[in-house]
């Protein structure tokens, strides 16, 4: 079973920078598209960004000019820089992937942004 692993959240001050990581383990054999998603306490959850296998990427208006999705594919990680950090940001971010034709979810890492 492949699993996904996010790391690099935490607490930061509105205007600060946070990169989040998130690296595919297990027995795969294909990566198609990864991207990021975001849940704050009492919303829905919501897609941040996504890159597919050949580097296409699609950004949520709200996250444009400030955050950046990239990938590694030898390493099997995805990144997301996240810059000029807003108070809105801070949610619960979460790693997702298409692997091998099933979806594939990390466990999430907190990101709060004070203000």
């Known amino acids: 079973q492949a699993q996904l692993v996010e790391s690099g959240g935490g607490l930061v001050q509105a205007g600060g920078s946070l990169r989040l990581a998130c690296a595919a383990s297990g027995t795969i054999i294909t990566i198609n598209a990864m991207g990021w998603y975001r849940q704050a306490p009492g919303k829905q959850r919501e897609l941040v960004e996504v890159i597919s296998s050949g580097g296409s990427t699609n950004y949520a208006d709200s996250v444009t000019g400030r955050f950046t999705i990239s990938r590694d594919n030898a390493k099997r990680t995805v990144y997301l820089q996240m810059n000029t950090l807003k108070p809105e940001d801070t949610a619960v971010y979460y790693c997702?992937?298409?692997?091998?034709?099933?979806?594939?979810w990390g466990q999430g890492t907190q990101v709060t942004v004070s203000s």
């Open positions: 997702a992937a298409v692997v091998d034709g099933s979806g594939a």
